[in-house]
């Protein structure tokens, strides 16, 4: 676990990326310092994982001994539907006897430089220490964790036109295909295949009938994942198609009779605005909350590589509602950029380009995961016309990230 405090950095310390006789010796540091998650989770993430590359793992080298391991999980996420590049930061690891030297802060920049050569857009973690991650340009996003009591979810079930049967290998196809149309459109959502469907159930720890789909006529028209933690029976993803919604009850129904056979609660991460939110703020044990002990945290590596791909999106936003042309500059940490807002399009200016307004770098990722901009965060405070003009472009919206994707 990152520990540091600011150090001056030790001259004989070298960053690079690891070597392939370097794994082992990355297995034993990641055993050492996560001594509640198995081996075996972390080779599989490795060695099963298709998208690993070498050059994502980062280690820290110290007197020819590795001190400090970072993995970049190469991913793709849509933001506002447009599939963007992004890593995933994870097995954030310093030796016992390394610490407090700033060695995991270094790896950490060396992670962003090196994500930033390779053109990511953004970069998202989970994490138990989030001031550690927000000294280096993340910050937290929220979404709604539910919990509800099992045995009156399980009672859902009753009246449903929905046949619901454990899922198969056979389905995978059909489901990603089903993901992938009910996520078009979201932010937060993975862009998958089947290969990283096939290789994450390796070290989710999904057990076999935790997996279900619900069928009207013979086609699947919804599914749930689901597996047990200690904190409760997890619907880690419940995804359904349009004029569907009514499958979600009979899933959530039958996942709570797996959490019933643990004695267990039912438990979910969902976006507000989605079925499975809806259905669970129903029943009158559910509670919700987004103080979770391992939050979500977000940052953008390249305005370019995040804006770029997004203008025809903001024009074609800007053509829907018309205004007076305006100019507004957007930050991270390190860097900055210009977007320039005419009655019909959006242009990028990555150079010192005049703005109208600054948004800083907390009111930026607002803005782009469609969280509502809160007035201090911009400079000059927003007038009513300019906070028109930048709800317009950048419209709220829930973030629709699944456990399943996590790192």
């Given amino acids: 676990m990152p520990r540091d405090a600011p150090a001056r950095p030790d001259v004989s310390l070298k960053l690079r990326a690891a070597l392939t006789d370097d794994l082992p010796a990355i297995y034993d540091l990641i055993e ?3 001594p509640e998650a198995p081996r075996e989770l972390f080779v599989a993430q490795t060695e099963v994982d298709s998208t690993f590359r070498l050059r994502h793992a980062r280690v820290a080298v110290l007197d020819g001994r590795i001190v400090g391991y970072v993995r970049i999980f190469a991913r793709r996420m849509r933001v506002r539907g447009v599939p963007l590049p992004a890593g995933g930061i994870g097995s954030v690891a310093t030796a016992p006897d390394a610490q407090h030297r700033g060695i995991a802060s270094m790896l950490m920049r060396d992670a962003i430089e090196q994500m930033r050569r390779e053109g990511v857009a953004v970069s998202f973690l ?15 996003v929220r979404e709604p964790f539910f919990t509800a009591d099992a045995a009156e979810a399980a009672a859902l079930a009753a009246q449903s036109l929905y046949d619901v049967r454990p899922a198969t290998d056979a389905d995978l196809p059909r489901l990603v295909r089903l993901y992938r149309d009910a996520t078009a459109g979201t932010t937060g959502s993975a862009c998958r295949t089947r290969r990283q469907c096939r290789d994450a159930q390796q070290w989710l720890g999904e057990e076999p ?56 609660p039912l438990v979910a ?113 927003l007038s009513p016309e300019l906070r028109r003009r930048l709800d317009a472009l950048f419209p709220p919206t829930p973030l629709h990230f699944c456990n399943s994707d996590r790192i």
């Fill in 32 to 34: 050492q310092c996560f």
């Fill in 126 to 140: 989970f994490t138990g220490i989030p001031g550690f991650y927000e000294r280096l340009g993340y910050r937290i």
């Fill in 209 to 264: 009938g935790g997996a279900f789909v619900a069928e009207l006529h013979g086609r699947i028209v919804a599914y749930a994942r689901t597996r047990c933690r200690t904190y409760g029976h997890e619907i880690m993803e419940l995804e359904h198609r349009a004029g569907h919604a009514g499958a979600v009850s009979p899933l959530v129904a039958a996942a709570s009779s797996l959490a019933l056979a643990h004695g267990e």
């Fill in 269 to 381: 991460l969902a976006p507000d605005d989605s079925q499975l939110a809806v259905m669970l703020a129903t029943l009158p044990s559910t509670r919700s909350t987004t103080d979770v002990r391992y939050p979500m945290m977000m940052r953008v590596i390249s305005l370019e590589a995040m804006l770029r791909p997004l203008l025809p999106y903001l024009s074609t936003r800007a053509a829907g509602h018309p205004g007076p042309p305006f100019r507004a500059r957007l930050h991270t940490i390190d860097e900055s950029a210009v977007i320039a807002v005419r009655p019909r399009s959006v242009a990028l200016h990555t150079n010192n380009a005049a703005a109208d307004l600054d948004l800083d770098a907390n009111a930026t990722l607002d803005a782009l995961l469609g969280q509502r901009l809160p007035s201090r965060s911009a400079r000059p405070r």
